[in-house]
């Protein structure tokens, strides 16, 4: 996993809540055996026509939009299916950070652990932001701070393990496989 | 309850600085979200951990159609059959016991954990697969994971979580005839909303709960990732242990007794706190139908579709569903009907169809697709008959899977057409691109696929 310390990117914004995992990545595209490549259907059904085309109207579809790396979008981000591929999908596309007041547990956990940063922030902001389509925005995660054009700082909550391992670029499953003796020991009592 | 199962399966508990490292007794293994993670075991070289508590089926890109399961005929999507062989191989090289293709006890995850009596009270069941908390039903802990955690728990058993809070939904009042446990689930999420329980593990409580059989209790629960809950969980009773008792793969003889005397514990004790609570009214519930693209978009059947201004979401919702703000949802043209889904394709969700059904047929120009939950369900249901009677009425009878409800096999909605489905998501292009979905019990599926429109399943049923 590729460590983050700071972005600093324009916004793309998709205002709607409750955006789901399967319009981050419909189900047709989840028979694959691999994670990449994922990022050419990422919200396939709202990005292409019947046709496959680019509708010219869906934000991702517009110029500004090119080379944005923060995807701002309503509340609840990432509800639904538990779909790895969803985040898979966001990363591949060239994204490395959502910004929400609300992001889905599962949809959250899958991110931290792929290198796509969740942040979640106040009402006021996400209005700020869902306003302002490509702000130019820096996330400092050392800092757990949200920067605005306007020189407001919004500090955001992450848990503190997952910072870690952000911060490092490490993955977990080291960790856990650091534990083998407590997980021998606990198996031993049971 | 959670915090008793929480407690027990905590091989280091969690700090400010790291996660608790929680122990899962079962894991439940699909085709869909495992192959990635069985990568990252080859990669590393290492090997599944406990084979003895990982369990493996084939459940959302298998094909429905009989020919395709057990004629030898080719599976239709090529990437659909690559992935079936890819669980097979990878089951047979890990050591994983696989419910393949072709078992008898082979049917959706989330329906053949409990039915074969794997799922137990007091048990860490995770999946890939966010209906996992299904398994809550019987007072597990059960939740859905993603791929990189299958990879964790496959490598080591553990999971590495932080401690959900705990949300109490308390169900008073009798279920008036006609209206069931999907549609007590559906009332509940329109009055929490689909994010309304993010960050908690809910306990359904109360009479109305505990008068529900376990198929009845298992739909509950199903729904409950759709309010954006990390799990649901009911408190074992005699209703649960009569259930799994003599199951194949629950406790038996002396092992039965000894788990049952550890599952009386898990109950939440009196007096308990929980970080937040609802009181819910079953007794004034009708038969419930969503008109909009997520679950919480839910009105009772002879309701009126809200009206909400300055709502660009919701207007954008409802010119997907090609439906009106305002208008009433009884008697909109209905094209297909699904029985089937982790949410409504056990034994008793076919018979309640079934008996509606009976002396009727299938509309003109409806399509009725019954999908039973697993093999077993199918195997049952065809013992009683039931199969005759969809098949009498113009619907199609096929072999188990998760079919029509995401469409990943190739059971799709067609562009604009009207399903009334029995799963538990109607998101935009869920059933297909461009289908609209109408989430309903089975009752009111039957019901809509006699008169091919919305109808409330009272107007059709006896007495």
Partial sequence: ??????????????????????????????????????????????????????????????????????????????????????????????FRAVIST????????????????????????????????????????????????????????????????????????????????????????? | MFEKVWDRHLVTAETADTPAVLYVDLHLVHEVTSPQAFAVLRERGLPVRRTDLTLATMDHSTPTRTEQVFGGAPISIDSAAKQVRELEINCAAFGVELLGLRSAQRGIVHIIGPESGITQPGKTIVCGDSHTSTHGAVGALAFGIGTTEVGHVLATQCLLQRKARTFS???????????????????????????????????????????????????????????????????????????????????????????????????????????????????????????????????????????????????????????????????????????????????????????LLRGHKVAKGVQMLVVPGSQQVKKDAEAEGLHKVFLEAGAEWRESGCSMCLGMNGDLVAKGQYSVSTSNRNFEGRQGVGARTLLASPLTAAACAVRGRVTDPRDLMNG
Avoid at chain 1, 122 to 145: F, K, M, N, Q
Avoid at chain 2, 217 to 245: F, H, K, Q, W
Avoid at chain 2, 314 to 324: D, I, N, P, R
């Fill in chain 1, 1 to 94: 996993m590729e460590p983050i310390k700071t972005l600093h990117s324009r916004t793309a914004v998709l205002p709607a809540a409750n955006i789901d995992t399967d319009q981050i990545i419909p189900a047709r595209f989840l028979t694959t055996t691999t994670r990449e490549g994922l990022g050419r259907n990422l919200f396939a059904d709202w990005r292409y026509d019947a046709q496959g085309t680019p509708r010219p109207d869906f934000v991702l579809n517009r110029p500004e939009a090119q080379g944005c790396r923060v995807l701002v979008a309503g509340r609840n981000l990432g509800c639904g299916s538990s779909r790895e591929h969803a985040p898979w999908a966001l990363l591949d596309y060239g």
């Fill in chain 2, 169 to 355: 939904i308390n169900v008073s009042g009798r279920l008036r005839p006609g209206v069931t446990a999907k549609d007590l689930i559906l009332g509940i999420i329109g009055q929490i909303g689909v994010g309304g329980s993010t960050g908690h593990v809910i306990e359904y409580r109360g009479e109305t709960i505990r008068a529900l059989d376990m198929d009845e209790r298992m739909t509950v629960c199903n729904m409950s990732i759709e309010a954006g809950a990390r799990a649901g969980m009911i408190a074992p009773d005699e209703t649960t242990y009569a259930y799994l008792s003599g199951r194949p793969r629950a406790p038996q003889g002396a092992d039965w007794e000894r788990a049952l005397e550890q599952w009386q514990q898990l109950p939440t004790d009196a007096g308990a706190r929980f970080d937040r609570e609802v009181e819910i009214d079953a007794a004034t519930l009708e038969p419930m139908i969503t008109y909009g693209t997520n679950p919480g978009m839910v009105i009772p059947i002879s309701g009126v579709i809200p009206v909400k201004r300055d709502d660009l979401a919701f207007e954008k919702s409802l010119a997907y569903m090609g439906l009106e703000a305002g208008a009433a949802i009884k008697d909109q043209i209905v094209n297909v009907v699904f029985l089937g889904s982790c949410t409504n394709a056990r034994l008793s969700d076919l018979r309640s169809a079934a008996n």
């Fill in chain 1, 102 to 190: 609300e992001v889905a547990d599962i949809f959250r956990s899958n991110s931290l652990k792929n290198g796509l940063l969740p942040v979640v922030v106040d009402e006021a902001t996400s209005r700020w932001l869902i306003e302002h389509p490509g702000a130019e925005v820096t996330i400092d995660l050392d800092s757990t701070t949200l920067t605005l054009p306007t020189g407001e700082r919004v500090r955001f909550p992450i848990e503190a393990f997952s910072r870690y391992c952000l911060l490092n670029g490490i993955d977990e499953l080291g960790f856990l496989l650091g534990r083998v003796s407590e997980i021998e020991a606990y198996e031993r009592r049971t």
